[in-house]
């Protein structure tokens, strides 16, 4: 029986009720640490720590006996000096120790093509330390990789684009504040915590427009909040900052967000999320204006965040969103280059239940779909407009891992397609790059060991 057929048999003889507590196993573990992160005392009582006034200015809060609730901002100049004894009474963030090298180890196996030197980058960090990794390719099968031992840590996927000559990192990060780091001439920044802003979410979403970084998160409020990065680094007025959601005030809330997920065509960016009633909702950025969101009819989502890519202009399609529906099924949905009208969802009958799925535009007009199945291995797909998606393919053919994460991917600079970093259930890092529909690798990534999350980006 072919790798395909098996994976046919797998998903269609697959009981709906073990399928259905495998994931919601793995939901509820998800949720039940993000809930414990959240609830930690974040400062010392009694102590003033850092806060952002309105004007940008720097003021000081008080902080509560219950060691997370904080007197109002004092931006009136008369605020005492900030005490912080602990790095979580950082209001701006928490500390993080400086990078230092890591050996990488000798080479083994395959090579990544020399022309991804100083380009090919990742960041990389474990589910329960406070650790993060960053490492550049340096050519011939070295990775140059450092370590922070105590940063703000990483707590779920890794986000890496181009941020004009750099590349930048986003991600969740411990106490639900969130992470950052870049790579600018060959070297990676300390991680830090990326502002004040604290997120309820799985995790961050970037997407570029008009040459801008934005990044999105869904905030302790239970609202979208948007940031941008440019030259000066980061806008971090997060908390009295653009509130992404217009759907807040212009109608009913959708209960049990998703963190959001974004793509930009054009000068528009559409972010899509979902909720735990089973709805799927989107509304686009443009002209600094939040449309009112519109839910997709008759969704039925399984309430885990979806994933939504631009395509490559030219063609009948302009975005394509895959997301978990409540049958434990991928469904997906495109868009009309033309109307900007969503199809009708249509089911990828021939994948394995999963609730873990990244998405990656191609050139020609093509989607890399990557998921993680319950089975804990990874998968991948190509999407066309014309024919759709092909049967799904081992993410190592004949050697597929279990995987610590979902796959992170990225649209290739340096000679592939798209490039895809994966950690195994051992920690270990690997690469794998996609050219003209074929995978290459897998490809170690020396110095990384026992994280759980990794992301890549490619400089062009």
Not at 125 to 142: I, S, W
Not at 245 to 270: H, L, M, N, Q
Not at 382 to 398: D, I, N, R
């Amino acid at each position: 029986m072919s790798t395909m057929q098996h994976q046919h048999q797998h998903t269609r003889t697959l009981g709906m009720m073990a399928g259905a507590a495998i994931l919601y196993a793995a939901f509820a573990a998800c949720t039940t640490t993000k809930a414990s992160d959240s609830s930690a005392v974040k400062c010392t009582p009694g102590n003033y720590v850092f806060c952002r006034c309105e004007d940008r200015s720097e003021g000081t809060k008080l902080c509560h006996p219950d060691g997370v609730s904080f007197d109002d901002c004092k931006c009136d100049g008369t605020q005492p000096p900030t005490t912080p004894t602990t790095p979580d009474d950082v209001d701006s963030g928490i500390p993080s120790t400086p990078l230092e090298p890591v050996d990488a180890g000798p080479v083994t196996g395959p090579t990544i093509d020399a022309k991804c030197a100083g380009k090919l980058g990742l960041v990389a960090g474990a589910a329960t330390d406070n650790a993060t990794y960053v490492a550049t390719y340096a050519g011939a099968g070295v990775f140059t990789t450092s370590k922070s031992a105590s940063s703000p840590g990483v707590r779920g996927p890794i986000t890496i684009l181009p941020g004009g000559t750099s590349l930048v990192a986003t991600y969740l990060a411990r106490l639900g504040y969130l992470g950052w780091t870049k790579l600018s001439a060959s070297a990676w920044s300390a991680p830090q915590s990326l502002g004040d802003g604290t997120t309820d979410g799985a995790a961050t979403s970037m997407t570029v427009l008009g040459g801008a970084l934005r990044v999105f998160y869904l905030g302790q409020d239970a609202r979208f909040h948007m940031g941008s990065y440019g030259t000066s680094g980061w806008d971090i007025a997060f908390t009295a900052g653009p509130v992404a959601e217009a759907s807040g005030d212009a109608g009913p809330p959708t209960p049990g967000k998703t963190a959001p997920v974004v793509a930009t065509v054009g000068s528009a960016i559409t972010l899509a999320f979902a909720g735990n009633d089973g709805s799927l909702a989107r509304e686009v950025f443009s002209s600094g204006t939040w449309s009112t969101f519109t839910k997709f009819p008759n969704a039925a989502a399984y309430g885990s965040a979806p994933a939504i890519a631009a395509i490559d202009p030219g063609g009948t399609r302009d975005e394509l969103m895959v997301y978990p529906g409540r049958d434990l099924l991928l469904h997906f949905a495109a868009r009309d280059a033309a109307n900007k009208v969503w199809s009708a969802a249509s089911l990828f009958d021939t994948a394995a239940s999963s609730n873990e799925i990244a998405l990656q535009g191609l050139p020609g007009g093509k989607v890399l779909l990557l998921y993680r199945a319950s089975n804990g291995q990874g998968y991948y797909a190509t999407w066309s407009a014309s024919g759709g998606f092909a049967p799904p393919a081992e993410l190592v053919a004949g050697k597929n891992p279990e995987l610590a994460s979902v796959p992170s991917v990225t649209r290739g600079q340096c000679g592939s397609d798209a490039t895809v970093a994966y950690v195994q259930k051992d920690g270990l890092v690997k690469i794998l790059r996609l050219t003209a529909g074929a995978m290459s690798g897998p490809f170690d990534v020396g110095g990384i060991a026992n994280v759980t999350f990794a992301g890549v980006g490619e400089l062009p």
